[in-house]
């Protein structure tokens, strides 16, 4: 899997707040990928409720700024992680029928600190 480091998909999330991930995608020899014609879909499950799930996709949450050096930029929308606890987030490319994916990591969704939520 093309690596990131440190990984951007690795953080702490107060509920309900929104987060900007900007990465670079790399291939397998760690260099970056050019993602021209890729499609690119981003994705975040609660791991012990999969009910709780985000689901984004490039013009709506995901920004490519650089294709020829797999730039990206991942807005998550206030709001849209509300759920306290581990959620699994990962980062697909999709290249014709092949699928993979290219990052994942743990957001730690604690409690909003937002004294009137």
């Known amino acids: 899997m093309p690596r ?50 985000i689901d984004l996709t490039e013009g709506s949450g995901i920004t490519v700024i650089a294709a020829l050096t797999g730039d990206i930029e991942i807005l998550i929308p206030v709001g849209d992680m509300t759920e306290p606890g581990k959620h699994l987030n990962e980062v697909q490319l999709q290249d014709g029928v092949d699928s993979q994916v290219v990052a994942e990591g743990i957001i730690t969704v604690t409690r909003s600190l937002n004294p009137s939520e």
């Open 4 to 53: 990131n480091e440190p990984n951007p998909l690795n953080f702490t999330l107060p509920a309900g707040d929104s987060a900007l991930i900007k990465m670079r995608i790399f291939d397998p020899f760690d260099k970056p990928l050019d993602i021209t014609g890729m499609v690119l879909k981003y994705s975040a499950e609660k791991i012990d409720d999969p009910t709780h799930r």
